[in-house]
C-alpha cells in the first residue's frame, strides 16, 4: 500500500516522523497589476502572487501563530490573519480580501521530505515542509519507483 499525502500523514501513521502544521491564506480583488512574479520573504514566512488576472494570494506568518499553527484544524486563526492583513496594507492597499483559508501540511524535523517503508507492505511519502505541489510529485515518482524496484532519482 502507498500513502502519498502530505498534511495529517502523522494521522494516517502515527509511526511517520512527521507532524501536520497549519498554514494560512488569503485572496484578494482584482488589482492593477505591480508584481511580475511570486515574492517570498524571510525564508518563505510571508509569500505571495499576483494572478494574471489581478488578484493576489497571500500567506504565510505561521511562526507569528506559535503553538497554535501545531494543528490538524483548518480554521483561519486572528493572529495570522491579521498580520496578513498588516502585509497586504502594505503591499496592495487597494486590494480588498474576498478569502480566507488555511490547510494542514506535513513538516519534519530536518526540512527534508519523508520516503520510506513504515511498516511490512506499507510505503508513505509526506512532509514537504510547505513546499508540497512540486517536491510531492517528484516523492511519489521516488516511492513508486523504490516499491516497483527501480532506480534511484537522488542519492
Known amino acids: 500500500m502507498l500513502v502519498l499525502v502530505d498534511g495529517r500523514l502523522d494521522v494516517?501513521?502515527?509511526?511517520?516522523?512527521?507532524?501536520?502544521?497549519?498554514?494560512?491564506?488569503?485572496?484578494?480583488?482584482?488589482?492593477?497589476?505591480?508584481?511580475?512574479?511570486?515574492?517570498?520573504?524571510?525564508?518563505?514566512?510571508?509569500?505571495?502572487?499576483?494572478?494574471?488576472?489581478?488578484?493576489?494570494?497571500?500567506g504565510g506568518f505561521r511562526d507569528l501563530g506559535g503553538d497554535e499553527e501545531e494543528t490538524t484544524s483548518r480554521e483561519v486563526s486572528t493572529t495570522v490573519q491579521a498580520a496578513l492583513d498588516e502585509l497586504l496594507a502594505s503591499v496592495a492597499p487597494d486590494a480588498v480580501v474576498t478569502h480566507r483559508w488555511a490547510a494542514s501540511v506535513g513538516y519534519t524535523g530536518d526540512a527534508l521530505p519523508y520516503l520510506g517503508e513504515v511498516r511490512e507492505g506499507v510505503w508513505a511519502a509526506g512532509g514537504y515542509c510547505g513546499t508540497g505541489n512540486v517536491i510531492g510529485a517528484l516523492c511519489a515518482r521516488q516511492l513508486v519507483s523504490n516499491v516497483l524496484g527501480g532506480p534511484e532519482y537522488w542519492g
Open 12 to 58: 494516517l501513521l502515527p509511526e511517520v516522523p512527521v507532524r501536520t502544521v497549519r498554514l494560512q491564506m488569503l485572496g484578494t480583488s482584482a488589482v492593477p497589476q505591480r508584481f511580475s512574479r511570486p515574492v517570498y520573504l524571510r525564508d518563505g514566512y510571508e509569500y505571495w502572487q499576483q494572478l494574471p488576472d489581478g488578484r493576489i494570494v497571500m
